[in-house]
Each structure stands twice: as C-alpha cells, then as structure tokens.
C-alpha cells in the first residue's frame, strides 16, 4: 500500500454552512501521519482473509454485481460491506503501526489545502462533477457502483490521497459525534 505524508500544523475543521453538529468552524492541531493513497481493495482485503487474521466481508456483492469480492475482474476495486471491527483487524493485520484514522485525520487529508491555507468542500476544490469521484448525489450519478480506486485522478486531495469523496463509505478510529 502506498500511504501519503500529511504534515504536522493547524487546519480548519467544520463548515458554516453544512448540517448542525458540522458548526463551528474551529482550528484544529496534528501532528504529522501518514494516510493510505487509495481504499483498502478486495485483492488486499483478500490477503488478510487468507492470513486468517480477518474475516471475509458479510456479502460478496456489490450494488450491480453478484459476484464482486472474489472475482479478480475487481481486484483493484475498494472494499466493501466490512463492519468497523474488519477493517480494524485488516490494520492490525498490516502491521507496521498503520491503525485507521481519527476523523480530524481524515478530515485534513481529504479537505485541507496546505498551500492556500484553506478548507476545500471536496478534496480538489469547492464544486463536484464526475470527471472528479464517483458519486451519487441529488444531481447526478456517476456509475451506479464501486470504480477502481484510481479511476479519478483529478480528484486528488492536496496531500495526494485518491478517493476521499465518492466511491465508498470509509471507516474511521474515533466515534461520530454531533
């Protein structure tokens, strides 16, 4: 797996203008970390199941595909249907001190523009098309299922993390909290 450096500094956290438990605004303080480049894929999440240290997903497929985890034709697609507990044991399993991250983690890597020192709506700036993410939003629908986790390049956030909107669902360490 190739994991990006997002260095140590203050960004800023929430949003004015979203739902309620996203207000304030505030500034928040990290220390430096390293976060995956792209989704966990099924040929990854495999490895682990393989190794007996996590447990296979709880469906095999996917929106449009009746077989999906298991059929190397999306291999390189992201994983899917694990619960909170599988994808902590898939980290455990990596070793080498890789744990998912805290939201305020996320939330930097996907969100924060180092260079203007500024707070994004989605990792590559403030407006969303499918040229940027697979997604599937009140305006439009991009493909119906899951993509390859580089098919979007031009969505990369600032500190090179791929998929950090759209796609899939990503699990976090730290619990929700409004």
Do not use: Q
């Not at 298991?70 to 070793?95: H, I, L, Q």
């Not at 600032?158 to 669902?169: H, I, K, T």
């Amino acid at each position: 797996m190739v994991m990006m450096f997002v260095p140590a500094g203050e960004f800023s956290m929430g949003s004015e203008d979203g739902a309620n438990d996203e207000k304030p605004v505030h500034t928040v303080y990290l220390d430096s970390f390293w976060i995956d480049k792209t989704e966990v894929t099924n040929a990854m999440y495999a490895k682990c199941v393989e190794a007996g240290k996590c447990d296979p997903p709880y469906y095999i497929s996917s929106y449009t595909h009746d077989s999906y985890y298991g059929n190397s034709e999306f291999n390189d697609f992201p994983m899917t249907n694990v619960t909170w507990y599988y994808a902590k044991a898939y980290c455990e399993w990596r070793g080498d001190g890789t744990r998912l991250p805290t939201e305020k983690k996320w939330k930097k890597a996907a969100s924060w523009d180092a260079m203007k020192k500024e707070k994004r709506i989605y990792p590559w700036g403030n407006s969303v098309s499918c040229s940027f993410a697979n997604y599937n939003g009140k305006i439009s629908t991009c493909t119906g299922d899951t993509s390859s986790v580089e098919s979007y390049p031009n969505g990369v956030s600032f500190y090179g993390a791929l998929n950090m909107a759209g796609n899939v669902s990503e699990w976090v360490s730290t619990l929700y909290m409004s």
